[in-house]
């Protein structure tokens, strides 16, 4: 399994088990998966142990069915069937208050069945695409919409994400907006020279970096373009993209086409703990995504005092409050090479970019998750 993703959630639920009289158990379901499919990415999730310990946290793994793409309209449903009997035991060994989950679908879905089954209250967390691009699906948005009228709470993670959310059928008085914190102890400022340094990134110039999965709604491609465009001003210019995806292949056609093989660069997916250097020895940080629920890239670049270039969708206009944290643009070409010559033409106080982000930290988020989680306890006895 990939321990690079959902770390925004690992780092909600450790500090909420950290926080006086909590008792903290995590089920992450994983699907039973064939042998003979040749799906690597749910072969490995099937390999995992039925428990281990992260940290200090216990982590369940209950197996239930799953068949790709195939199974999506039921993978809820078998979620939730494949999670009942450890949640019955656990819950009579140690009676549960409540359920926090994350995910509206399927995840939120099998937690409020399951919450149901177990008489106990259920607060689902909306990330992003789970109310952003799944409510489209005809056969998953009406179990949306049931998930959202269930919950006895609901968080959204900006306030975009709740308009959405409402939009779908959510109603807006049991919906609290507790963004993100960011990782205060592994984000922050380091030296320019030194971040170079370390990377072995020895050319001179503007440097750009994009951190996301290489897929179209991520927006790279519009970078890529714009970036050719700015180059043009920026002789020096370089952007590096970090992560993976089947769509690589064709941003790395698309820079070849455009001359930029030498500028535009691929080092793949990066270990979380190296993102820190990435962000400092970069002068601009982009994202220019289709769709977005709160962004952690954002957060992270800000903590590290690297401004943002971003598009203004989902919550990022909600991170760049202020034009002292970055550039707000649309999701064209020309808009986001503007943007860009914008911020490299800036000067930034990094200090205060990264001050002002790193001081919403995840003990802060636990505290809000806490008080939400404690009222739907109270309510529903």
């Known amino acids: 399994m990939d321990r690079t993703l959902g770390i925004f959630i690992y780092q909600r639920t450790v500090h909420l088990a950290s926080r006086p009289g909590n008792e903290v158990a995590v089920v992450s379901p994983v699907p039973y998966f064939p042998r003979w499919l040749k799906t690597e990415r ?21 197996r239930y069915a799953l068949l790709p793409k195939i199974s999506m309209p039921v993978h809820a449903l078998s979620m939730y069937l494949g999670s009942l009997a450890l949640c019955k035991a656990l819950h009579k060994r140690s009676r549960f208050d409540c359920i926090d989950a994350h995910f509206v679908y399927p995840d ?16 689902v967390s ?55 914190g960011v990782d205060a102890t592994l984000f922050r400022q380091i030296s320019q020279k030194d971040a170079r340094a370390k990377l072995n990134l020895t050319e001179d110039g503007p440097l750009l970096l994009s951190v996301g999965s290489l897929m179209p709604s991520k927006g790279h491609e519009l970078l890529i373009r714009a970036s050719e465009l ?11 993209i970090l992560g993976d995806g089947a769509f690589r292949g064709e941003l790395e056609s698309l820079a070849l086409k455009l001359g ?3 500028c ?16 400092s020895a970069a002068d601009i940080s982009c994202l ?23 598009a203004r969708v989902g919550g990022i206009p909600e ?31 990094h200090e205060r970019i990264s001050s002002e982000t790193r001081a919403r930290t995840w003990t802060t988020v636990a505290a809000e998750v806490e008080a939400v989680l404690a009222r739907q306890v109270r309510t529903y006895k």
């Open 42 to 62: 749910w072969r490995t999730a099937s390999t995992l142990a039925d428990f281990e310990s992260i940290g200090e946290l216990p982590v369940y793994h209950p």
């Open 288 to 310: 220019a995504s289709e769709r977005e629920g709160w962004p952690n890239v954002v957060t992270e670049s800000l903590a590290c005092g690297t401004p943002v270039v971003g």
């Open 230 to 240: 700015v180059r043009r001003q920026q002789a020096g210019l370089r952007l590096y």
């Open 126 to 180: 909306a990330r992003g695409t789970d109310v952003n691009l799944y409510p489209s699906f005809r056969l998953i948005r009406p179990m949306i919409r049931w998930t959202l009228h269930e919950s006895a709470a609901l968080i959204a993670v900006s306030r975009a994400l709740k308009e959405k959310m409402v939009e779908v059928g959510g109603a807006a008085e049991k919906i609290d907006v507790i963004p993100n």
């Open 260 to 262: 930029l093989q030498d």
């Open 264 to 279: 535009v660069k691929f080092p793949g997916k990066r270990p979380n703990e190296e993102l820190p250097t990435w962000f």
């Open 319 to 349: 991170i760049l409050h202020s034009p002292e944290l970055g550039v707000l643009v649309e999701r064209t070409v020309e808009s986001i090479a503007s943007g860009i010559e914008r911020a490299l033409s800036k000067r930034w106080n």
């Open 108 to 123: 939120g879905l099998a937690a409020v069945l399951l919450g149901k089954a177990l008489s106990i209250p259920v607060t």
